[in-house]
């Protein structure tokens, strides 16, 4: 099923938001967009701006007919354009009135309260008041029950604090799943965020190791803005290149992600559950224990960030936003399309592929696994690359099970299960007696521009 998602947005306040809407507008095939709410933030305290979203939308509908040649799911626009509500024009907690609740936030109140038993995520590109009104206006109405349930539907994905109300919801509503860097309102502290990654390399000066070339105004001149009447809606930024698109990376459909586990890592990030100085309760964020290596950042090319989580993967999405504007102006046979990764003896041929594949084993057994099955809906030649994602799910003490591959650039490999346990940095870590590793397979197409799709199998180890 598609993940469901509201939007609230400070649109309007910086180019980033309307970048940000025009990108997950191209993968409203995959993600249910429930609500798009126009808010206030630090930035833009008395004003909301929803017919920018409204006029996005407008540019999704010229070019929704050929998105169709491509891929089934696509919503009407009108549907999309009746979610987009317009938030409380005031700043943060003192706004709030109960008695004259927003259109959003009844909107935002009314989707948590589907019937539906899918998640309904929310994303915070501005503040987080409409949903801290939402929250107040069901503790004003509803049963308490009622409002636990609600609570419990949703994930919060916020983009830093940019109001008052995101620290206010968390120390009011320990049950309710939030993915965030808490800091200030005044953007003091977004340097050290996660989100960053996404583009915040020369703004930020935080991404050592990354490659800005697909990110720059350059990039996205010839590959965003030259395509159609929907790239022409997508504004040079002003500071970084959507900072807000991590909430919604990890949402999409593409092997690697896994919506609800943020410690496993993905396009939108990678995160620990750990209680921030300052917090009331566990969030999923940044930080960890460096003593015993258990924290958010990850490895890549000898460079160690929690940036890094994100930027790792940047060639991909990048070639899939731009394989998905060359869709909005291009016929099928004229334009990328994604591979469909399969592994024999692992995936049915015909059914839908699973979020994850679980393969449990034993010290020192050895395994092939055949990605032949595997094919491109283009015709076009596959590359393969097996690797060991040593960071994803590690929570506990001891470092993940080592496995060695053998044909790792080869569509059929061999692992063998070397170790429990990894080598320690400190000798005296203990190993538990059941341990796992991820082990990735991209395969990337060598279409134009190439495409990339995962397969994540978690390889659980003991010895019993």
Known sequence: MKPRLFVLTDIGNEPDDQMSLTRLLLYSNEIDIEGIAATTSVWQRDKVSPEIAARVIDGYAAVVSRLRDHASGWPDPDRLRA??????????????????????????????RSDTKQPLWV?????????????????????????????????????SDQDDAGPWLRREFPGLFTIVSPSGPDGGDYA?????????????RNGEGADFSEVDNDWLDRNVRAKGPLGALYPRYMFIMEGDTPSFLGLISNGLNVPGEPGWGGWGGRYVLRKPAGESRPVWTQGGDSFMRTTSADTVNGHTSDQATIWRWRNAF???????MDWTIQPFAKANHPPQPRLAGLDD?????????????????????????SSDPDGDSLDFRWFTYDEAGFTGTAPPAQIRIDHGGSPRMTFTVAQRCAPAWLPLVPCPMTNSVHLILAVTDRGTPRLTRYRRIIVEVSDD
Do not use: C
């Open 83 to 112: 979610r987009v509500h317009r938030g409380n024009a005031g700043y943060g907690l003192a706004a709030i009135d109960t008695g004259h609740p927003s259109p959003a936030a009844i909107a935002l109140l009314g989707a948590a």
């Open 123 to 159: 994303a915070g590109w501005g503040g987080m008041a409409t949903l801290a009104e939402a929250l107040m206006l069901a503790r004003k109405t509803l049963a308490p029950a009622q409002v636990d349930a609600i609570v419990a539907q949703m994930r919060v994905y916020a983009i």
């Open 192 to 204: 050290h965020a996660t989100w960053t990654g996404i583009s915040g390399d020369r703004y930020y």
């Open 318 to 324: 990048q070639n899939d936003f731009a394989a998905r």
């Open 349 to 373: 041929p015909v059914q839908p592929l699973s979020a994850y594949t679980t393969v449990k084993t034993r010290t020192g057994a050895r395994w092939t696994l055949d990605a032949r099955p």
